[in-house]
């Protein structure tokens, strides 16, 4: 009543401006070096301009360009950035879909106010991305290719002209979808890809105390550009030696926090209780990210790992038991000696779900491969029941069809 | 000895391509709108791209434009990113001046490092920021007005397109400068940048334990965009509750770090010695900046307040022992108590040497100004010698002097 503060228009994925490209580009053959390079995006992408003192304007649909960023832009000095990675996914039924967007949707929401970027009301976000692939999905990812995938990156940036340390007075939400290999479909001599994980299962190599990737009260819970950035001379240095990735430790206590930039999980069989456990770093401490694909394991593992479904279900693994606790590196250590070590693997939608055949620790070599040298198999289900999810093969809420254009 | 390794080039600060601008930009007036906006950047810029192939290309001094950015460059997703403040001081004598800029070549390629981008000898970055200021220097730092400077921002960005989360295969330098407000000289009533310190002393809000800055092990000590963006929210916090910045505490001692982007140098009468010390946190924990201010006041302190030359130079001020170690909020809070607080204030290119007023901890308002509510006069003396050599009152090794075109 009364008040003169100007109405700020909320993010609104219902009304687009559209230009349509007039030079499509060549659409990457699976395995190509345009493919691999991670950078040969589709013909279109998204973006919405953001003010403080207006809000949210009109989301734009254009052709596929470099941005024009002023060299003042906060984003280039002071790491104002954040973003979501998603894939679209082509069916066996013929249809796109999107797996649970609205978590990323609310995932940028929050990443976006910590670091001081505008927010927006997060079921917009899947609108969207649906609107890119609407155009872009029937070239880009055809119906003849059913089982493919393309990656969508929603990014928001601070992208005004203050120079000034100060929060963002300007800003740009941008969406853009990219083939991404399918490491699972590469032939071996076609991956010279050095961020792809290896098939056999990843090598870990275990950060050491000067190496320290988040920690409490920090931002290590969102998915902000600073938390990558400075993590890739630990990295750069593990893949110098011949591993992975990263196995991001912290405390004195050597805690298990992620493994690169993907959520990492054990299975082993608890010394005191004889129980199966999936073992994962729990949110709590506010040290690892909340994946999406985490959550997804966790949420399926609880339903479908109970002993009498699994038993319906006629799965030869026997039931887990999902525990969210800090774990250390000693315990994973203690129970590969002991040969209660079943299983590890990361979960990320980059990388999906990838088994974990070793960590080194120091000196110390650890195998996580679980009896007879291979993974007992929990990964390679619950990956299986994912992809059932994602290119329909089981009809499931998580999942959000997108209606193409003819 | 038979290494087929491609010679990757050396950053050379000594050989440009040069294109003037044709379309001179509006020098803005001490205090304008374009001013104040720490974005209306002068006639040109410096950019030098690298690749990873080929090492660093010749230098451009180009007319000052929009950068073009991939959508997929790492620094708008990863934070690659890395720069440094430094200024450049019109001479009572005529001369245009840098300060120290050895001191932010060796720290920008240490960032660099710390960042995973590209490396170079430090010396050469002098040169390209001289470069630019032997053009655009006559016309935006006129002869006429001495005691006047220019803000430079040299910065290094991932800019390649480069999806996938890996180490940076192309970079781009690039240098600006920014005509940049003097608020020692503004009117209060043009001082509406929220950013600018207040006149009277800063009012500093100590930070609490679900903010944290840095962390031992990561990357506080390196001038990193990824130190920034993620600590704007605390900042903006306090400035809606009427504070000018953060004082950034650390551990469960409530150590205190950094205030703002600034370093942070307390004066107080030591308890047990009776001894008046300058005392600041110390590098070696890795929580701070290694300002290149911070150096300079540090080493002045320690050659000019030793009790014989003070005594020579006339000085109506008691000699101060620097002390570099690690303090406690505490300790502030309990010298002040006990009037044994003389002084406190900040270093930093931005704002060079600011009084603090007062902090803030929890509900505590802890006066720092000491005896007679206002500061004892140590700021100002060094604020005073440095002034003088910045602007050429004083011959000084610590000044480099650029060369002007006609």
């Known amino acids: 009543m009364g008040s003169t503060a100007p109405t700020k228009a909320e993010l609104n994925g219902s009304n687009f401006k559209i230009t349509r490209t007039t030079s499509p580009r060549k659409v990457p053959e699976p395995g190509s070096a345009e493919e691999l390079s991670h950078s040969h995006c589709t013909d279109h992408m998204v973006t919405v301009r953001w003010t403080a003192a207006q809000g949210w304007e009109t989301p734009e649909v254009k052709p596929y360009e470099n941005l024009s960023i002023p060299p003042t832009a906060s984003c280039l000095h002071y790491a104002t950035e954040c973003f979501e990675g998603m894939k679209v996914y082509r069916g066996y039924d013929g249809k796109l879909r999107l797996f649970r967007p609205d978590c990323n949707g609310e995932r940028l929401n929050t990443s976006a106010q910590r670091s001081s970027l505008p927010g927006f009301k997060f079921e917009e976000l899947k609108k969207l991305v649906a609107k890119l692939l609407q155009i872009d999905g029937p070239r880009w990812l055809p119906k003849s290719r059913p089982g493919s995938f393309l990656y969508i990156r929603p990014t928001i940036i601070g992208s005004g002209p203050h120079l000034g340390v100060q929060i963002p007075k300007e800003a740009l939400l941008f969406i853009i979808a990219v083939p991404w290999p399918d490491f699972t479909k ?163 939608t980059a990388y999906f779900i990838t088994p974990v055949a070793m960590i080194r620790n120091n000196d110390l070599d650890i195998s996580t491969l679980g009896q007879g040298g291979k993974p007992a198999g929990y990964a390679a289900q619950i990956k299986s029941w994912l992809e059932a999810i994602m290119y329909g093969k089981e009809e499931h809420d998580w999942s959000y069809v997108i209606e193409e254009e003819k």
Do not use: C
Not at 186 to 195: A, C, E, F, G, R
Not at 233 to 260: C, N, P, S
């Open 186 to 348: 590469l032939k071996q001599d076609q991956n010279d890809d050095s961020s792809a994980p290896a098939p056999k299962g990843l090598k870990l190599f275990a950060s050491t105390p000067d190496a320290i990737r988040a920690w409490p009260g920090g931002f290590g819970w969102a998915k902000l550009g600073a938390n990558y950035g400075p993590s890739l001379q630990a990295h750069g240095k593990a893949q110098a030696m011949g591993f992975d990735q990263i196995l991001w430790l912290f405390g004195e206590d050597r805690q298990v926090t992620e493994a690169g930039a993907s959520n990492f999980f054990v299975v082993w069989r608890n010394a005191q209780s004889n129980q199966l456990e999936l073992v994962t770093a729990p949110l709590e401490s506010q040290l690892i990210l909340p994946g999406v694909t985490r959550r997804s394991v966790l949420e399926l593992v609880r339903e479908r790992f109970s002993t009498e479904k699994q038993q319906a279900e006629g799965s030869s693994l026997a039931p887990l038991q999902v525990v969210e606790r800090p774990l250390t590196i000693h315990e994973i250590e203690t129970a590969s000696r002991e040969e209660r070590l079943v299983e590890a693997f990361v979960s990320g």
